[in-house]
């Protein structure tokens, strides 16, 4: 694959991303995939898939976990739904992750990503060894499937996900970088949070927001790319002094829009070529 091919964060069905057929309109080469609904999680469907991403041109670079129930309306309940943390739905979510990746298999992708959710700071306390040893679980399941697991950043500080990933203890256990997340969530500067977690780094999202007027306690605001306060031209330095080569996948996320969602993508398509002609 060429050095830093344009991607987006696509959906089969009623997910968060934009349909495969404004990807393939947008001339955007990669994907990756919001993992579809568990009814259809079928070896035809996946076939079915493949085909299509054949007949389009398109690679796909890592599937999503997500679960029902998870919402994003505020932090607070970001908290109790997303992710593999909440202790009610963990065990189903667990076997769920397990499935999703077995699903990337029939898909040949070997990357699997997810929110884990809110990782307790306490490294002592029983929740944060609970959610390591799951976590190693659902890595030797993907590492069983041939596949690494990223990690989505956003609800750690970059200490905090460091301190997380070492713990681990996985070589298959990797980072999906989203410099806006560290913004929404105002768990800290994102350039800078970047460059700890660098050599981590194996894929990324490129999306922007703008901070909160109470980081951390309220969400910041999502915007269109290059519109917010990541610094586009200085991510992208930074990436390359990292000697990060993969995708740079947008994500925008307004599927409710889905007019203004291809004309951003194809904004951000726009921003994000000519600074790889001008830094790549
Ligand atoms: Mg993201």
Redesign the pocket.
Known sequence: MEKWPIGV?ASIDAGLGVKLEVAKELGIPTIQLHAPAKETRTPENAEAFLNKLSDFGITLTAVFGGFEGESYADIPTVEKTVGLVPPETRAERTIEMKEISDFAKLLKCNVVALHLGFVPHDTQCDLYKEILAITQDVCDHCNANGQSLHL?T?QETADGLLQFLKDVERDNLFV?F?P??MILYGTGEPIEALKKIGSYVKSI?C?DGTWADKPGEEWGCEVALGKGDVGMETYLRTLNELGYEGPLTI?REIPQDPQRQKEEIGGAVKLLSDLKGMIG
């Open positions: 964060f989505e956003g999906n989203d806006a997340n999202h999306k994500e």
